[in-house]
C-alpha cells in the first residue's frame, strides 16, 4: 500500500483522521478494480492469461537503477513496443462501486488512466487500466501477459517529456486469490511506479466474466523529452 503520509498519487502529509479517510478511499479503489475485472465482457471460449507464468520472475542479466521522479503531468500515449502498442490515454474517473471506468467499448485502441491518481513518472503507483478484448475483437491490451520483466514500456505525457519504465513483475492473479496490496501497492516508496491492468485467465461463460487479472508491474528508469 502507498506510505500512510501520502495520499495517492499527491505526497500531501495528512494525519489522525485525514490519514484514516485516505487509507479507506484507496482500500475502496483497489476493493473497484478487482470488481471491474470480474465484470468485462469478453469473447466466448478466450484464454487470454497465462496462469502458468503467474508471478514471474526474472532470472536475466540485472534490472537498471531507479530514475527520480518527474513531477505530474497527465499522460498522452502509451507505447509498449513488444506488443507494437502506441494507444492513446484518457482521464477516467469511478463508477458507483469504486471502480475506474474503463475507456468505452466502441474505442478497443484506448487505455484509461486513474486522473485523480498518481501521473505516470510522478513518485507512487500510476494505474493505467483497458480491455483485453470485446465481443467481437481483440482490444488494446490482449497480449498484455506476455510481456517480460526487462522490457520497456513508455508513456507520453502533456509537458512533452516521455516517461520510460522498466517491467519488473508480470502476475495473471486468479480472482479467488487476489489481493490487492500484491497487486497494485507501491513496491518501493520513493520510485515512480506503473501498473498496466486487465483482464486475464480464462473468460467463463456461466458468470460472463474472467477468472483472473493480469497486472504489470514497472518502475522508472528514463526520462527524456
Known amino acids: 500500500m502507498p506510505d500512510e503520509s501520502t495520499a495517492p498519487g499527491e505526497g500531501a502529509h495528512t494525519s489522525g483522521t485525514g490519514r484514516l479517510v485516505m487509507l479507506t478511499a484507496w482500500a475502496v479503489l483497489l476493493l473497484g478494480l478487482w470488481l471491474w ?35 505530474p503531468s497527465a499522460p498522452r500515449r502509451l507505447d509498449i513496443p513488444q ?23 466502441n474505442q478497443p485502441g484506448v487505455v484509461g488512466w486513474y486522473g485523480a491518481g498518481t501521473a505516470p513518472g510522478a513518485p507512487g503507483t500510476a494505474l493505467l487500466v483497458g480491455h483485453v478484448d470485446t465481443t467481437t475483437k481483440a482490444a488494446v491490451f490482449y497480449k498484455l501477459s506476455t510481456l517480460r520483466p526487462g522490457e520497456k514500456v513508455r508513456v ?5 517529456k516521455v516517461a520510460e519504465f522498466t517491467i519488473d513483475d508480470v502476475q495473471v492473479i486468479p480472482l479467488t486469490d487476489f489481493d490487492a496490496d500484491r497487486a497494485y501497492g507501491t513496491r518501493k516508496p520513493g520510485r515512480a511506479e506503473l501498473r498496466l491492468i486487465t483482464c486475464g485467465g480464462t473468460f467463463d461463460r456461466t458468470t460472463q ?5 493480469v497486472v504489470v508491474s514497472a518502475y522508472l528508469t528514463a526520462t527524456g523529452p
Open 37 to 71: 475485472g470480474r465484470e468485462a465482457t469478453g469473447l466466448p471460449d478466450t484464454a487470454t492469461g497465462d496462469l502458468a507464468g503467474l508471478g514471474r520472475a526474472y532470472d536475466g542479466a540485472p534490472l537498471p537503477a531507479p530514475a527520480k521522479p518527474l513531477g
Open 83 to 105: 506488443l507494437a502498442v502506441q494507444a492513446p490515454v484518457m482521464s477516467r474517473g469511478l463508477d458507483n462501486k469504486g471502480a475506474i471506468v474503463p475507456p468505452p467499448f
Open 156 to 160: 507520453v505525457r502533456a509537458d512533452d
Open 209 to 213: 466474466s474472467y477468472t483472473a487479472n
